[in-house]
């Protein structure tokens, strides 16, 4: 427990952090990977049991930056390597590629393991994909089936959205590629709006800041998709860097990070947000209104996003996965000491996290929100 009364006042000689990207708050001086608990409300979370491991790793190759997609039907994991920046291998000349692990084989690895919670390393399988995948960022899904993969396209083959058959030879629909004509800038993340199958997504001009897209031709923006007739509409403006999104268990409040604070090749500033923000979705429009701040991560941003079954707000940030309650409130992380752009529950009381050069399995007693449709 980190109780946060230990470290509330640090005093005229404190070792305050200058940098929210290179120091981390780690009072209880833990070796990673383990479980940073402020509020006694994050131990519901984790349960009596709670582990956390390092499942598959690389440590030359970003394998494990975003887009992690639990399909229940096989019990894998899919998920896309970094694009475009440090060990992604992929920039403007070379396309990242998307994989997928077998949860069946991690189980079957922990299990054979030592006691305790020994790292394993299991097998990743490289999808052969169309060459209209092009720097896949973000992922959701299964939707009816299939994947949802958001692609931020590279030099001048544009960003997109597209379903893809998870089984080999994985056949591909793109959704969409414009918006009247304009490519996008270079697209980041999505998730479907429960209740709807209505799909929402960032735009955001990382590609630009990451050397693999041209300049920006629009704003950062969320957008809704309507997968059956295309139409395709601004939801919500006014961001610096729209990132990550998600939506609570009903459906009525969104959540998007804005992740203005990195900008690639420009640097990282730390007066620029780390900011995730919640808002009201309209009944009838299903335009995002009444923005306000949820949370504001202490420490890199707060990337990709999910929630659980009781509402609490999950988010890959800088020294691991954050969590926060419905009211904002910081429960806990799971603390790795690295970044994690992203995470995925795998059906309830399993948690994959995304790690760049490691994926690590933690098993919880939380409770997975749907993110798969119908």
Known sequence: MADPRSFAVLGNNG??????????????????????????????????????????????????HEAPIW???????????NDGGEFGMSDIDNNNQVSRISLKEVEAA????????????????????????????????????DLILVNSGRGPLPPSIA????????????????????????????????GTNKLFFTDVTYGFLNHFRPDPLMPSQVYRLDPETRAVRVVADGFDRCNGIAF????????????????????????????????????????????????????????????????????????????WNSEGTLLGKFFLGTTSANLVFAGDKRLVIMAETAIYFAEIAAKANKLSFP
Do not use: W
């Open 15 to 64: 070792a305050f952090r200058q940098s929210a990207f290179t120091e981390f708050l780690n009072p209880t001086n833990a070796s990673p990977p383990f479980f940073q608990v402020f509020d006694p409300a994050f131990l519901r979370i984790l349960g009596p049991s709670a582990t956390i491991r390092a499942v598959a790793a690389n440590p030359t190759f970003a394998f494990a």
């Open 248 to 323: 609570s268990k009903d459906g009525k409040t969104a959540f998007v990070s804005d992740t203005g604070a990195n900008a690639g090749f420009l640097g990282n500033n730390q007066t620029h947000p780390a900011t995730i923000y919640a808002f009201d979705v309209d009944s009838k429009t299903e335009a995002f209104k009444n923005r306000r701040v949820f949370a504001y991560v202490d420490t890199g941003i707060g990337d990709g996003l999910q929630l659980d079954a009781e509402d609490n707000l999950y988010a890959g940030c800088g020294d691991g996965v954050h969590v």
């Open 163 to 194: 379903l893809v058959n998870p089984a080999a030879p994985h056949n591909t629909t793109i959704l969409l590629d414009n918006f009247f004509g304009r490519q996008f800038n270079s697209l980041n993340d999505a998730k479907i709006r429960p």
């Open 71 to 81: 399909v229940p039907s096989t019990d894998e994991v899919f998920f896309a390597s």
């Open 110 to 145: 922990i299990s054979g393991a030592k006691r305790g919670p020994t790292a394993v390393n299991v097998s990743v399988t490289k999808l052969d994909l169309p060459d209209t995948i092009q720097m896949t960022n973000g992922g959701t899904g299964p939707f009816f089936g």
